[in-house]
C-alpha cells in the first residue's frame, strides 16, 4: 500500500531571523526523496519539524492527508536518524537488535564484518560502526516513512555503496527522506530530489539545478 | 510495544542515574537515622535538588541518547515521570524502613 507524508505551511524564527517559510515537502512509499542545501539552510530543523520534535510557530504535517501533530510518538508512522548516533553507549548490539525486533544475521549478511561483535558494546565499536548500526536499525525497522540526516558521515565508500542498496531495498516498503552532504550518492538513489535555499524548498532534477540554486559550484 | 519491553528499557534510562540517586536516598536514610523524623522536610528537600540536579545533568549532557526512546516510541515524559516517581517511591520506602527500626 502506498502512504504519503506532506509538509508545508512551516515557519520556523529564531529571533528575528526567519529560518524556514517556503516549504513544501512531499514523501512517497517505494520513493526515496534527497534533500540537499548549504550549511545553515534548516535541513535538519526541517527535519525535526517533520519528525515533531522542533517546536515551530507554524507547520502542517500530514500522513494520508491526516495531520499528526507530534509524530515522533508514532515510530509506526515515522522514525528519525539524527546527524549523531544515538544508540545508548553501553548497550550491547544483542540489546539494540532485541528492543527494535531485528535479526541479528540480516546484518551479518550485508556486513560480515560484524559477525563477532553480537555481544560487543556500542562503545567498544569503531565510530564508523557506531554509524552503521545506528542507519541499519532505523532503515530496517518497520515504520511507514523515515527520516535520516546525514547518513553517510563517518562511512566509508564500500559501506555507503551498500547502505545505498538497503535504501533502495528499503524503500519498497516505505518512504525515504534523506539529506546528506555527498550530494552525488543522495542523486544517486534518489527519485525526487528538493534544494533548500533561502528558506524554501526548490524541487530539483540534477546538477544543473543544484548550480542554479547555488548549492554547487558551475564548472 | 509489548509491556516488558518498555519496563526493559526504563530499566536502562534509571540505571544511568540509579547509583548517584541511590547513594542519596542512603545518605538520607543515614541522616534520618541519626537525627530522628524532626530533619524529614530536610530530607524532602535535598533529595528533590539531587533529583533535579540528576534531571538537568541529563537532559543537558545526554540528550542525544532520548532519541533511542523516542524511536521506539517511549515519550520524555514517560521515561522521567516513572524513572523519578519511582526513585521518589524508593526514598520514601527507606525513610519509612528507617523509621520502623528505629522506633
Redesign the interface.
Known amino acids: 500500500m502506498t502512504h504519503t507524508l506532506t509538509a508545508d505551511s512551516i515557519q520556523l524564527e529564531f529571533g528575528m531571523s526567519s529560518i524556514l517559510s517556503d516549504i513544501y515537502i512531499q514523501c512517497r512509499t517505494g520513493k526515496i526523496t534527497g534533500l540537499l542545501g548549504r550549511n545553515g539552510q534548516g535541513k535538519t530543523c526541517l527535519m525535526r519539524i517533520v519528525y515533531g520534535?522542533l517546536p515551530c510557530s507554524s507547520r502542517s504535517i500530514r500522513f494520508d492527508d491526516t495531520v499528526v501533530s507530534q509524530p515522533?510518538?508514532?515510530?509506526?508512522l515515522v522514525?528519525?536518524l539524527?546527524q549523531?548516533?544515538?544508540?545508548?553507549p553501553s548497550?550491547t548490539l544483542k540489546r539494540v537488535f532485541t528492543?527494535?525486533n531485528l535479526e541479528f544475521n540480516e546484518l551479518e549478511n550485508i556486513f560480515p564484518e560484524f559477525r563477532p561483535s553480537w555481544r560487543s558494546r556500542i562503545k567498544d565499536l569503531s565510530g564508523g560502526e557506531r554509524r552503521l548500526i545506528n542507519i541499519y536499525?532505523?532503515a530496517r525497522?518497520p515504520s511507514r516513512f523515515i527520516l535520516l540526516d546525514e547518513p553517510f558521515s563517518h562511512l566509508s565508500p564500500l559501506q555507503i555503496e551498500k547502505i545505498k542498496a538497503l535504501l533502495t531495498e528499503e524503500k519498497q516498503n516505505k518512504g525515504i527522506l534523506i539529506t546528506d552532504h555527498l550530494y552525488q550518492d543522495i542523486l544517486d538513489i534518489s527519485d525526487k530530489l528538493y534544494v533548500l535555499s533561502n528558506g524554501g524548498t526548490r524541487p530539483a532534477k540534477g546538477t544543473e539545478d543544484l548550480e542554479t540554486f547555488g548549492y554547487i559550484r558551475a564548472s | 510495544m509489548k509491556f516488558p519491553?518498555v519496563i526493559?528499557?526504563l530499566l536502562?534510562f534509571y540505571k544511568?542515574f540509579f547509583f548517584f540517586s541511590f547513594l542519596i536516598t542512603l545518605a538520607c536514610a543515614l541522616l534520618f537515622w541519626e537525627y530522628g523524623p524532626h530533619i524529614f522536610k530536610v530530607l524532602l528537600w535535598l533529595k528533590t535538588a539531587t533529583l533535579y540536579l540528576t534531571f538537568y545533568f541529563i537532559r543537558s549532557y545526554?540528550q542525544?541518547?532520548?532519541?533511542?526512546y523516542?524511536?521506539?516510541?517511549i515519550?520524555d515524559f514517560m521515561l522521567w515521570s516513572l524513572t523519578l516517581g519511582f526513585d521518589g517511591c524508593l526514598f520514601i520506602f527507606f525513610i519509612i524502613l528507617t523509621h520502623w527500626w528505629r522506633s
Do not use: V
Open positions: 520534535d515522533y510518538r508514532r515510530p509506526d522514525r528519525y539524527p549523531f548516533n544515538f544508540i545508548p548497550l528492543d527494535f536499525i532505523i525497522s | 519491553a526493559r528499557l536502562t544511568s545526554r542525544k541518547e532520548f532519541y533511542y523516542r524511536n521506539l516510541g515519550r
